[in-house]
């Protein structure tokens, strides 16, 4: 394909080449001039563990929008790897002491955080001061405050922002928003969703550490069970209550083992959800009037699987959901198409994430949530 | 089938006669002569509502061991259509009034009470009392206290009583026990189990009266969750958490709409249920460490449907119930098979109730639980 400039932009675009990959309307502080073209996002990534390298390096082989162009870790060894692997050139390698240099690289339009979760609010608000645009692995940060200061920081340097959320741009999630939103079978009353794994490896593990992962399975596989009553019922809780449960204290030292939390919704609805590091379930149920509908697994890498009551089988052809998840930012950076996964949807959850901990250091006490729309991308 | 008389029984059994249906061993106390030999017992039903109307007379005119015999009714007009469309002889039909000279009809062996919740202890007290064997309806009273009554005035007038929990005779509940006990997907490590339906009709309905109910989704569907948990996992829970939640109060002037309890058991499995007024659903999902079993619906009448991790579909033949529910007691009776629902489950489960109430009552505070194995039927 031509490159595409600046000054012809416009006519292709009503000729419907809008949705070929190209770039538009980049702000400047991506560090690349308007008028050169890329027909593909430049994505570093920073932090090359299980998820990187298992997952979003596989999957930024085959995104339309984006191509992995760098990578950020503080292993001399993993550099080399990954350099030779992805044939990814030296100036686009980063140290994590060095990372701030990444502002004068035009090869890098996202940097995607995938760092133990304390570490997201310091690496995303130092990507948006050189910037890039931003993704950061879920959960956010850990706390409301440090979303706060990403959000902030995004915007003030007038970067486009999105948190880990894989399952909004994959086509399970999408046909449980749609049954939200359609309501084929009537009002939604109750969501049940648990979103849990046995875990029994490393105990040095950064997720077993507070410290550096800021609590332990709600933290991880809860902030999905979350999403599931949200997006399940298409409404933000209006109240939450929770109870923590430990049955291996050696393990988990520092981390809660398993959490459930019951959801109130405007409408009269329920969520239920059980999060855990103690048992293998990956589940959503949403039950309506005259009928419910159900994901098994529901929120891992997939395939997924799901059906309604009637005995219909909900099925889709499976591609990687994060391939899928980062074309989706890249489009929304290119071609000015909605941001499925805003900062405020990880903002809101974290919210949720702390009433959840509050309800449980107050021994099961209601919190009232006052969210109103916050996060929710119809 | 020519008739046996005692003389006869130990030889017929010799030869293999056990599974037919006879009379052997009964108490005294039942109202017949030892010698005087019956094909199926005499049922009575005590309440004839919605129950006793679509669900129990019809059963008994398919069990094999029992049949509808006798009814107690406070309506001349359902004594008419009854008596007509059974062929129940004047002599078997009752009042709650002359209930009592029951002790004099040899025709009636069984006494299944289907009233009220807050009239199960005075009817089956005087069941027991007239030498009838009980079935007390699901949940066997509104406290602890009338079901130990209930227990003692059986054990007193050496007669046999169950409690109506129509599923520990069906296939798929069987099933689940089953994988309870031998663990094919290893140890049980978390069980959900939601039982509920939207009631709408009549706000006159003794259901949403406390005084006639004792409760309201928990003392209805809440004691199959509860169930559900304790064959989910084959052990009774060591404590418990619960939740209450309003969205109709206005309908639900005197009883509970919604509650959500956790449980906890001492090998580290968590259970996990929702019972309610205000949503249909009808679940049970056991997950263990290599797979998963659910039953979707778990505890309606059927037909239930179940299946497996790994693709299994769980299927077997449908039939009523409450006729192999009827039958299993009879057998119980004629040949001395194990009681696979006695008292003592009722009990449990009704202690397990009152420490559900307490806990909301007191906030959601965790009520320690100390059942051993009681009720549990292996």
Redesign the interface.
Same mark, same amino acid.
Not at 278 to 281: H, K, P, R, V
Not at 287 to 290: A, D, P, V, Y
């Given at each position: 394909m031509k490159p595409i400039n600046r000054r012809t932009f416009s006519k292709k675009l009503s000729q419907g080449l809008a949705g070929t990959a190209l770039v538009a309307g980049m702000p400047l502080a991506c560090g690349m001039q308007n008028d050169k073209i890329k027909k593909k996002l430049g994505v570093a990534l920073v932090g090359l563990g299980t998820y990187s390298t298992y997952e979003l390096a596989p999957s930024l082989q085959e995104t339309k929008h984006c191509q992995l162009a760098g990578i950020v870790t503080g292993s001399p060894e993993k550099e080399k790897v990954w350099a030779e692997k992805y044939n990814i050139p030296k100036e686009n390698v980063y140290n994590y002491e060095n990372f701030d240099r990444i502002v004068n690289n035009p090869a890098i339009d996202i940097v995607y955080v995938v760092l133990p979760n304390s570490m997201h609010a310091d690496f995303c608000i130092r990507a948006a001061k050189a910037g890039k645009h931003v993704i950061c692995e879920k959960p956010m940060a850990v706390s409301v405050t440090e979303c706060d200061a990403i959000i902030q920081a995004c915007e003030k340097a007038n970067v486009k922002l999105s948190v880990g959320y894989r399952l909004h741009s994959e086509p399970y999630t999408q046909e449980v928003k749609r049954y939200a939103k359609e309501k084929p079978f009537g009002a939604i @009353?109750?969501v /049940?969703a648990?979103a849990?794994y %046995?875990s029994r490896s490393n105990p040095e593990q950064w997720r077993l550490n507070r410290k550096l992962s800021g609590g332990g399975a709600l933290m991880n596989m809860g902030v999905y069970a979350i999403q599931s009553v949200i997006y399940g019922t298409g409404m933000n809780p209006i109240s939450v209550?929770a @109870?923590e %449960?430990s049955?291996?204290p050696d393990y988990f030292k520092d981390t809660d083992e398993?959490i459930?939390a019951?959801f109130?919704f405007e409408t009269?609805a329920?969520g !239920?959800i059980?999060t855990?590091h103690?048992?293998?379930?990956n589940?959503l %149920?949403v039950? /309506? +009037?005259?009928g419910?509908l +159900?994901l !098994?697994p529901a929120n891992n890498y997939g395939p997924l699987s799901g059906r309604t009551s009637g005995g219909k089988e909900i099925k889709f052809p499976h591609e990687r959901q994060q391939k899928l998840q980062m074309d989706d930012f890249s489009k929304h950076i290119l071609m000015g198409t909605t941001n499925i996964v805003p900062g405020e949807m990880g903002k809101r959850d974290m919210i949720i994430v702390e009433a959840i901990y509050q309800s449980i250091k107050e021994?099961?006490?209601t919190i009232p949530l006052d969210l109103g729309t916050m996060g929710i991308v119809s």
């Open positions: @009353q109750y /049940s648990d849990a %046995f209550k @109870q %449960f049955t291996r398993t459930t019951q109130e009269g329920i !239920n059980m855990s103690s048992a293998n379930i589940r %149920f039950t /309506s +009037e005259k419910w +159900e !098994n021994g099961g006490k």
